[in-house]
């Protein structure tokens, strides 16, 4: 050698950064560095300017920065010590995050003890070199000082993209309206699940809203609530969760084997795509989520029989050549050791991976088998909430090609005046006496309420409309019904 030159990146470097990224990893890669920051409260907020959505702010009340700590964190790759439990690690989250989603990230930040400080980097291939635009302590006080609406005790750090790519190019209404309900509800449940655990301990509150500048007017607040994907109240199994125990060098591994209840309709199971793609292995490092399932990393296949099965793996401490994280935090890639360090974990009671995964298989078939077991009925129709109508649907095997059930409310004749109901068979109308219909809490009386009274009807009263005519039992029945339900109905009224 004959010595050294120093060679700067070009800042077309910032282009191909974050690639992976979708808006919401992207915002979760900057909710790391608040949480990093040690803030209690974190803000995301959209904004929109004559209609369209321009730019967007994830404002913290963390310990900020100082002059000199802002330059490393404008730096690619900008190192600073890590403690324990920091969600940091690479240097790049904050630009990769940043340039995956806007042309412009101005970052303005106040530590205790420091003037406020702001830095703006362009991802602008016409400039050359690698220079950072220093923003003057007014503007940055200003920007901080905005009405955030969140605790504020001096310190904080506000980014703000400019120029974010995959906003609508519309001032349409409707449409502006649709992309922010969709992204909202993508960030919510995504935030809600990856930090579920941290959400879980107090330690971040986070929020989004919109702000319309023209009209300078706040939309309400959606608060992101943890999402635990293994927050069943009952295992699908006893003895679930289980753990199996593996070592690597002197590094215990841990399998946590959880096996969810057949059928659960809660969120936690469902996540954002279905249960069943939501089986599988989810490693946490510092207790933030970094997959959350999808499938077995080679220790076994997804199939649809293993829908109920989620392992939980906590990879603090391991080294990378087992298990690492990719770079927008939102993947893990195992290596070529991981399946047969798993195939050797076994639990206090002896049993392996191999055990587990049969248990939920057996655990799925045996709820389809009852399933299939349950007698088919006529489908409900208009008048059930949709809920209702896929849990039904999802429950009892249905008569497909049959006409399904519709439940109405109507105003009866005098001379029918203390009926509950009338069963239209032709039609398979059961019509409901209006007057004994149920206000409901929220004071809306769409044409879906009364879900439960509805569903005991449906269940009662199915029978009634199956046949060609109505059995002597079947009319004795439904004058039974008739009776009591009007009665019952009027006991409630007070009459
Ligand atoms: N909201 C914030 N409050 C205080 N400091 C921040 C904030 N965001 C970024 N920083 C500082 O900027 C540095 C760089 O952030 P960046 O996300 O690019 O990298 P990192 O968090 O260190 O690592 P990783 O690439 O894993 O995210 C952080 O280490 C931190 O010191
Ligand atoms: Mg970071």
């Not at 010590?81 to 940043?98: N, P, T």
């Not at 349409?172 to 309900?181: H, K, L, Q, S």
């Not at 059928?263 to 490693?283: N, V, W």
Request: glycine fraction near 8%; charged fraction near 30%; include cysteine.
């Amino acid at each position: 050698m004959d010595g050294t030159v120093e060679l700067l990146p070009d800042r077309r470097a910032l282009d191909g950064l974050g690639r992976n990224h979708s808006l919401r990893t992207a915002l979760a890669d900057l909710v790391d560095n608040s949480i990093d920051a040690g803030a209690s409260h974190v803000l995301i907020r959209f904004i929109r300017k004559a209609g369209r959505l321009r730019g967007l702010y994830v404002v913290d009340n963390g310990r900020g920065m100082s002059a000199a700590r802002i330059d490393v964190a404008m730096t690619l790759g900008g190192r600073r010590d890590y403690a324990e439990k920091d969600l940091g690690s690479f240097g790049i989250g904050l630009k990769a995050a940043s340039f995956s989603k806007a042309k412009l990230v101005t970052v303005l930040s106040v530590a205790a003890g420091h003037a406020p400080v702001g830095r703006r980097l362009e991802a602008d291939s016409n400039k050359r070199g690698f220079h950072c635009d220093l923003v003057t302590e007014a503007f940055a006080k200003s920007e901080l000082s905005r009405d955030w609406d969140i605790p504020w005790s001096g310190t904080g750090t506000v980014v703000r993209w400019d120029e974010v790519f995959g906003f609508p190019a519309t001032d349409d209404t409707d449409r502006v309206e649709e992309f922010i309900a969709r992204s909202m509800a993508e960030i919510i449940n995504h935030l809600g699940l990856i930090l579920h655990r941290i959400i879980e301990q107090g330690r971040i509150e986070i929020s989004l809203d919109v702000e319309d500048v023209d009209q300078n007017l706040v939309g309400p607040r959606s608060r992101v609530n943890s999402i635990d994907p293994f927050g069943y109240v009952k295992p699908g199994k006893a003895g679930y969760p289980k753990e199996l125990r593996a070592q690597q060098g002197d590094l215990p591994v841990v399998f946590r084997c959880h096996i969810w209840p057949a059928r659960s309709r809660m969120p936690e199971f469902s996540l954002i795509t279905g249960a069943e793609k939501h089986q599988g292995l989810y490693f946490y490092r510092r207790s933030r989520l970094l997959q959350a399932g999808g499938n077995w990393d080679g220790v076994s296949v997804p199939a649809r029989e293993r829908q109920l099965a989620r392992v939980e793996v906590d990879i603090d401490g391991l080294p990378t050549a087992l298990v690492a994280m990719n770079p927008e935090k939102s993947r893990v890639q195992v290596g070529p050791d991981f399946a047969s360090l798993a195939a050797s974990a076994v639990a206090d009671d002896g049993s392996t991976f191999a055990d587990y995964l049969s248990d939920a298989e057996e655990r799925f078939r045996a709820s389809r088998k009852r399933l299939r077991a349950r007698k088919a009925m006529i489908p409900p129709g208009r008048g059930f909430a949709p809920l209702l109508k896929r849990v039904i649907r999802d429950e009892i095997p249905m008569q497909g090609q049959q006409i399904p059930i519709t439940m109405r409310w109507i105003r009866f004749d005098r001379a029918h005046r203390d009926d509950f109901f009338r069963v239209d068979r032709t039609d398979r109308v059961l019509w409901l006496n209006e007057r004994f219909r149920p206000l409901s809490k929220s004071g809306r009386r769409g044409s879906n309420d009364a879900a439960l009274l509805k569903s005991l009807l449906y269940l009662l009263m199915e029978q009634a409309f199956t046949g060609e005519y109505l059995g002597v039992r079947d009319r004795d029945n439904i004058e039974l019904w008739q009776e009591i339900l009007s009665t019952a109905a009027k006991v409630d009224a007070g009459e």
